[in-house]
């Protein structure tokens, strides 16, 4: 899980539209799934809390 600031409402907007975005630094390239979360304390959906020891992504 991670969090990601954008830097205005359209790209915002395009990022949630798309559903996935490719990320690449370096060798790693990688493909991840973005989902509007508004709360804070949202538990992953694939895991519910079990794999993070109950604390909350960032």
Wanted: proline share 3%; with cysteine; glycine share 8%.
């Amino acid at each position: 899980a991670g969090r990601v600031a954008f830097s205005n409402q359209q790209s915002y907007i395009a990022a949630i539209s798309a559903r996935f975005v490719q990320l690449q630094h370096g060798d790693i390239d990688k493909r991840v799934e973005v989902k509007p979360y508004v709360l804070d304390d949202q538990l992953c959906d694939e895991c519910a809390g079990a794999r993070c020891g109950g604390k909350f992504a960032p």
